[in-house]
T-cell receptor
Framework: DAKTTQPPSMDCAEGRAANLPCNHS???????VYWYRQIHSQGPQYIIH???NNETNEMASLIITEDRKSSTLILPHATLRDTAVYYC???????????FGQGTELSVKP | DVKVTQSSRYLVKRTGEKVFLECVQD?????MFWYRQDPGLGLRLIYF???????EKGDIPEGYSVSREKKERFSLILESASTNQTSMYLC??????????FGPGTRLTVL
């Protein structure tokens, strides 16, 4: 599975959009981009995934660049409850295990 | 809602004890996973199972074993607990092509 690079931490004001970047320059053609988050003392929670088209669900939007070497997770209106560590993971769907890097610690401030 | 439950949120055991961590999922998923999470090391895969009675070693299987007698249940066993197995243990389940769903975690302390 391809390696990902994320900033270690970010701040965001409550009510504003949080844009979390991820670099995955060695991604291969059959690998998807997955995003999970982990709120303190809880298990990781799936957010969204995509292959090459932009995706949106009730939690977030995922923007993948045309060359697929990077992506951005967008939380459109961040709340205090979105404070968590966000993980970007690249894998094939049938790839089994998830390889979690260090992630980005997002702090949403009032 | 998909539910993955783990038998305990907190557990304290003594060195040398045999420890069972139970995980149950209600979504008829084929795959189930056991991870441990430690500060600075992230999540690491211990074992996974892609079918009943099938198991595969993950990245750090030493000191652990697993059991999957029924599709919905995946157990992690510490044959003889040691202090370096103090950790947060996370169970997950998922279909082959979809996301994994995690349980709330068991924080195990070995004294």
């Amino acid at each position: 599975d391809a390696k990902t690079t994320q900033p270690p931490s970010m701040d965001c004001a409550e009510g504003r959009a949080a844009n979390l970047p991820c670099n995955h320059s060695t991604i291969s053609g059959n690998e998807y981009v997955y995003w999970y988050r982990q709120i303190h003392s809880q298990g990781p929670q799936y957010i969204i995934h995509g292959l090459k088209n932009n995706e949106t669900n009730e939690m977030a939007s995922l923007i993948i660049t045309e060359d697929r070497k990077s992506s951005t997770l967008i939380l459109p209106h961040a709340t205090l409850r979105d404070t968590a560590v966000y993980y970007c993971i690249v894998r094939t769907p049938q790839g089994g295990k998830l390889i979690f890097g260090q992630g980005t610690e997002l702090s949403v401030k009032p | 809602d998909v539910k993955v439950t783990q038998s305990s949120r907190y557990l304290v055991k003594r060195t040398g004890e045999k420890v069972f961590l139970e995980c149950v999922q209600d979504m008829d998923h084929e795959n189930m996973f056991w991870y441990r999470q430690d500060p600075g090391l992230g999540l690491r895969l211990i074992y996974f199972s892609y079918d009943v009675k099938m198991k595969e070693k993950g990245d750090i299987p030493e000191g652990y074993s697993v059991s999957r007698e029924k599709k919905e249940r995946f157990s992690l066993i510490l044959e003889s607990a040691s202090t370096n197995q103090t950790s947060m243990y996370l169970c997950a389940s998922g279909d082959v092509y979809n996301e994994q769903f995690f349980g709330p975690g068991t924080r195990l302390t070995v004294l």
